[in-house]
T-cell receptor, first 113, second 108 residues
Framework: ETGVTQSPTHLIKTRGQQVTLRCSSQ?????VSWYQQALGQGPQFIFQ???????GRGNFPPRFSGLQFPNYSSELNVNALELDDSALYLC????????????FGEGSRLTVL | QKEVEQDPGPLSVPEGAIVSLNCTYS??????FMWYRQYSRKGPELLMY????GNKEDGRFTAQVDKSSKYISLFIRDSQPSDSATYLC????????FGAGTRLTVKP
C-alpha cells in the first residue's frame, strides 16, 4: 500500500511568483486535505477535496486554490506569493468515512524570498 | 479566542519519566479527540483518539478527555528517547482543528 507522497520536497520562490505543489493520496482514499504549517505552529486547514469537488475551506485568501483529479491526486496552487507564505505544506488523505484517519505526506517546504 | 490552545513547550524530561501533555478547547461540539505525533521533518501521524469523554489506553499512552472542562490530556508512561517528537492535539467535528503542538525531548 503506497502512502501519501508530495512533491517537490523543498522549493524556493521569490515574492510575487506562483507555485504548484502536488500530492498523490493513499490508495483507496477519495478525500484530500491541504494544510499550512508555519514554524512552531500546528497545521492550519487550507481546504479539502472530495471526489474532485472542494467541500471545505479554511481562512485562506482566494490566491490559494486547488484541484483534485479523477485518480484522487491533488494540486495546491498559490499565486502572488508573499513572505508569510513560507511554511511546510502538508497534504493528507482519508477514505472519507466519519472516523477516517488522516494520513499525511512528509510535506513540501516552501521558502519565499 | 483560539479554538484549541496547546502549550508549545519545549518540554524536556529524563528517560523513564511520566509525561503529561495538555490542550484546552472552546467548541463544545467536538466529538472526537485526536492526538498526532510529528517527528522532525516528517508529516504528523495519528497516535490515538478518543470519542467523547473518558480515558483510552494504548500501551504506554493514555488519552483523557474531560468535556465538562474542555480539557484534553495525553500521558506517556516510561518515556523513551524515541518518544521525542512534537505532539499535536486535534479535536474534531467534521475535520480536525490542530493545536500548536508541544515539542517533547526525552533525554537518555
Amino acid at each position: 500500500e503506497t502512502g501519501v507522497t508530495q512533491s517537490p520536497t523543498h522549493l524556493i520562490k521569490t515574492r510575487g511568483q506562483q507555485v504548484t505543489l502536488r500530492c498523490s493520496s493513499q490508495s483507496g482514499h477519495n478525500t484530500v486535505s491541504w494544510y499550512q504549517q508555519a514554524l512552531g505552529q500546528g497545521p492550519q486547514f487550507i481546504f479539502q477535496y472530495y471526489r474532485e469537488e472542494e467541500n471545505g475551506r479554511g481562512n485562506f485568501p482566494p490566491r490559494f486554490s486547488g484541484l483534485q483529479f479523477p485518480n484522487y491526486s491533488s494540486e495546491l496552487n498559490v499565486n502572488a506569493l508573499e513572505l508569510d507564505d513560507s511554511a511546510l505544506y502538508l497534504c493528507a488523505s482519508r477514505s472519507g468515512t466519519v472516523t477516517g484517519e488522516l494520513f499525511f505526506g512528509e510535506g513540501s517546504r516552501l521558502t519565499v524570498l | 479566542q483560539k479554538e484549541v490552545e496547546q502549550d508549545p513547550g519545549p518540554l524536556s524530561v529524563p528517560e523513564g519519566a511520566i509525561v503529561s501533555l495538555n490542550c484546552t478547547y472552546s467548541n463544545s461540539a467536538f466529538q472526537y479527540f485526536m492526538w498526532y505525533r510529528q517527528y522532525s521533518r516528517k508529516g504528523p501521524e495519528l497516535l490515538m483518539y478518543t470519542y467523547s469523554s473518558g480515558n483510552k489506553e494504548d500501551g504506554r499512552f493514555t488519552a483523557q478527555v474531560d468535556k465538562s472542562s474542555k480539557y484534553i490530556s495525553l500521558f506517556i508512561r516510561d518515556s523513551q528517547p524515541s518518544d521525542s517528537a512534537t505532539y499535536l492535539c486535534a479535536p474534531r467535528r467534521g475535520r480536525e482543528r490542530f493545536g500548536a503542538g508541544t515539542r517533547l525531548t526525552v533525554k537518555p
